[in-house]
């Protein structure tokens, strides 16, 4: 089972920026297709970026060219790099596979955007 521990979220004002961080368990890191994932209060937790072994990588419309995801396989470690933020960013993020599979979330990392 792949276990994994979120960081980095925090409160920024919109416009701002903010770099989450996920340390991943385990030697099949490398292969996996990796993803960060948000839960906005009363809403459905939703893929927001994916990104694969080889670096290829997708994204929600409503973050296109403002977040990017990147991985360090060495490191067991993905990111997600997030910028001009907006309120509706607001959500407590997690990373997981993709697909994500049940017994691997982690506590998430909040994320609050607000003036």
């Known amino acids: 089972q792949v276990q994994l521990v979120e960081s980095g979220g925090g409160l920024v004002q919109p416009g701002g920026s903010l770099r989450l961080s996920c340390a991943a368990s385990?030697?099949?890191?490398?292969?996996?297709?990796m993803g960060w994932y948000r839960q906005a209060p009363g809403k459905q937790r939703e893929l927001v970026a994916g990104?694969?072994?080889?670096?290829?990588?997708n994204y929600a419309d409503s973050v296109k060219g403002r977040f990017t995801i990147s991985r360090d396989n060495a490191k067991n470690t993905v990111y997600l790099q997030m910028n001009s933020l907006k309120p509706e960013d607001t959500a407590v993020y997690y990373c997981?596979?993709?697909?994500?599979?049940?017994?691997?979330w982690g506590q998430g990392t909040q994320v609050t955007v607000s003036s």
């Open positions: 990104i694969t072994s080889g670096g290829s990588t």
């Open positions: 385990g030697s099949i890191f490398g292969i996996l297709i």
């Open positions: 997981n596979t993709h697909p994500p599979r049940g017994g691997s």
